[in-house]
């Protein structure tokens, strides 16, 4: 059987139905890989941010800590001095999980 010998209607429904599967086939492909674009470039975006935001809590951290030692020889009662110390354990605190998070995401100069 030669492909003269079918039907033009036969021909032009399988012509158009090997496009449409062609179509369909490329679109898939296309919303794979433009996920894939969208996910490096949110990779992108949100790792500066967080070495960046982690620095800035760091930074205002070793602020309060040095602020904090310089008021608890100032403070005049010891409920002042404790709450001081207080500050600077959780500021502390906050201060180690910025490096973790610097550790974890820094890549380098």
Known sequence: MKLRDIKIGAQLQVGLSAILVLVAILGVTAWIQSDRVWQATE?????????????????????????????????ENEQERR?????????DANAG?????????????
């Open 97 to 109: 999980q910025q490096f973790d998070i610097l550790y974890e995401w820094y890549l380098g100069p």
């Open 43 to 75: 990779e992108l975006y949100a790792h500066p941010l967080t070495v960046r935001r982690a620095i800035g809590e760091l930074e205002a951290d070793v602020l309060a800590v040095h602020w904090g030692a310089e008021e608890v020889l100032l403070a």
């Open 83 to 91: 709450r001081i110390i207080e500050i600077m354990g959780s500021r």
